[in-house]
């Protein structure tokens, strides 16, 4: 069963620095994997995806990279503001017959002070 | 760019009440989930479709019915509301092509007293 770890479960920085999220997977055969953000109260909103062929995804001031034989995944902030403050999810999608489903982390709470 | 919408977005529902929530997305989506959020548990799916007259369960379908009637709507029911069922639920639904990349709802918080 595959198991998603997310460390650390809450993590404060002050505004400006770099900051590393990371994501760990037990079963390496997968899909994909999704980071998503999460405000208080909303919904998820999807910041990257990489394929399991891929290394690496860049949108802005994001990066995600992927590991797959690892097992893991790190997303890469630079330069962070209060407004990244939310609370950043992974996701993989297994490859083969399971690939219908996400198996989520639980998360880590991201606060960036001004 | 309305991805996708869940309706209510609030539900305050009395033990052994039922309700229905309603999940619809505008991208033409083949893959729909219903999963629910609560601390400490992460996100579970609890049922599945993947396309028009089709459903299937998750990790924790028990209470929970659903129904695909129309490609664009993905519905869950609860028959007799149960205190356990307090949750966040979450509606999304996926590509089909190469890239199969989830969207999700806004949510639903549900609770039930």
């Known amino acids: 069963k595959q198991e998603v770890t997310q460390i650390p479960a809450a993590l404060s920085v002050p505004e400006g620095e770099n900051l590393v999220l990371n994501c760990s997977f037990t079963?390496?055969?997968?899909?994909?994997l999704q980071w998503f953000r999460q405000d208080p109260g909303k919904g998820l909103t999807s910041l990257l995806l990489?394929?399991?062929?891929?290394r690496e995804q860049t949108s802005g001031r994001l990066n995600a990279s992927l590991d797959k034989s690892s097992g893991r995944s790190t997303l890469y902030i630079a330069a962070s503001q209060p407004g990244d403050s939310a609370t950043y999810l992974c996701?993989?999608?297994?490859?083969?017959?399971?690939?219908?489903?996400?198996?989520f982390g639980k998360g880590t709470l991201l606060t960036v002070n001004p | 760019n309305a991805g996708v919408t869940q309706t209510p977005k609030f539900r305050v529902l009395k033990t052994g009440q039922s309700m229905t929530l309603l999940c619809a997305q505008d991208?033409?989506?083949?893959?729909m989930y219903w999963y629910r959020q609560d601390p400490g548990m992460g996100l579970r799916l609890i049922h599945y479709?993947?396309?028009?007259?089709?459903?299937a369960k998750g990790e924790v379908p028990d209470g929970y019915n659903v129904s695909r009637l129309k490609k664009q709507n993905f519905l869950l029911g609860l028959e007799s509301a149960a205190p356990s069922q307090t949750s966040v639920y979450f509606c999304?639904?996926?590509?089909?092509?190469?890239?199969?990349?989830?969207?999700f709802g806004q949510g639903t918080r549900l609770t039930v007293v």
């Open positions: 999304a639904s996926r590509t089909v092509g190469s890239r199969r990349e989830a969207f």
């Open positions: 079963d390496s055969a997968i899909y994909n």
């Open positions: 479709s993947v396309g028009e007259g089709t459903t």
């Open positions: 991208m033409n989506h083949e893959y």
């Open positions: 990489i394929q399991s062929s891929q």
């Open positions: 996701a993989v999608r297994p490859s083969g017959g399971s690939n219908y489903k996400l198996t």
